[in-house]
Nanobody, 122 residues
Framework: VQLQASGGGLAQAGGSLRLSCLVSVSRFSTYHMGWFRQAQGKEREFVAAISRNRGDTLYMDSVKGRFTISRDNAKNTFHLQMNSLKPEDTAVYYC????????????????WGQGTLVTVSS
């Protein structure tokens, strides 16, 4: 399983960015997906996740109402739409995938993308 994240960049506070993660796997629909982020000097933290069947979603409190995770099973891709960005959203964002929901939420899976940097200026 290989994951490739893209879409990071520089945005102003209040702006938007859309991250994408292309997953090279034969049965994409059987995997749960998630996004984590790591700011400089801080530990990696959970951002959002989407389940494989019903597409249930889960978000960290600070991004609820601003970020939306979605998946396109036909294209082996999932996304993180980030609106109303804040300087504190600045971090390297990582995508992850696993067949276990709890593993995705815990961030303990073995399949990760390379990370994409999001910088939000004030």
């Amino acid at each position: 399983v290989q994951l490739q994240a893209s879409g990071g960049g520089l945005a102003q506070a209040g702006g938007s960015l859309r991250l994408s993660c292309l997953v090279s796997v034969s049965r994409f629909s059987t995997y749960h997906m998630g996004w984590f982020r790591q700011a400089q000097g801080k530990e990696r933290e959970f951002v959002a996740a989407i389940s494989r069947n019903r597409g249930d979603t889960l978000y960290m409190d600070s991004v609820k109402g601003r970020f939306t995770i979605s998946r396109d099973n036909a294209k082996n891709t999932f996304h993180l739409q980030m609106n109303s960005l804040k300087p504190e959203d600045t971090a390297v964002y990582y995508c992850t995938a696993d067949m276990s929901w709890s593993t995705v939420l815990a961030g303990t899976g073995k399949y990760w993308g390379q990370g994409t940097l999001v910088t939000v200026s004030s």
